[in-house]
């Protein structure tokens, strides 16, 4: 799909705007939601995901729709506040699928997830 059909449908997508969220293309026809944490480089993405947990290329559009809830940590560059980061992830059980943990995500509900997604960021807020 190209960017000013996506474009269109984030002007139209109701959730977005209700939750404060920004339209993310991360390139390769990819296009994601996006809520900005105070920390430079570091921004959650949101997609919705199929039966098999993989994320779709297009945005939630329904606050019951399953999705994830990701992080990039490799564009930190401060190592102390990176690691007070991954503690906090760490204590609410997101997923990495590395030992790296440079890309933490969890999966729920649009609208529960959402509101994790936000304690979260509030938690890194005060470490930053």
């Keep these: 799909m190209n960017t000013a059909i996506m474009d269109k449908l984030y002007e139209e ?3 977005a705007k209700k939750h404060n969220l920004d339209n993310y293309h991360s390139g ?10 105070n920390v430079e480089g570091l921004m ?6 199929d039966e098999s947990n993989e ?8 606050e019951n729709q399953n999705c994830m809830f990701g992080l990039d940590l490799s564009y930190l560059e401060d190592d102390v506040q990176t690691e007070q980061i991954v503690e906090i ?3 609410h059980n997101l997923i990495t699928i590395d030992d790296s943990y440079d ?4 999966y729920d509900t649009f609208k ?4 994790k997604m936000k304690a979260i960021t ?4 005060e470490v930053s």
Aim: glycine share 8%; charged share 15%; hydrophobic share 40%.
């Design 103 to 106: 890309h933490p995500f969890f």
């Design 28 to 37: 390769g026809g990819c296009f994601h939601l996006a809520y900005f944490t």
């Design 44 to 49: 959650w993405l949101i997609n919705d995901i």
């Design 89 to 91: 992830l760490q204590k």
């Design 122 to 125: 509030n938690e890194i807020k």
């Design 55 to 62: 994320p779709s290329m297009d945005y939630p559009t329904d």
């Design 112 to 115: 529960s997830g959402v509101k």
């Design 13 to 15: 997508n109701a959730l």
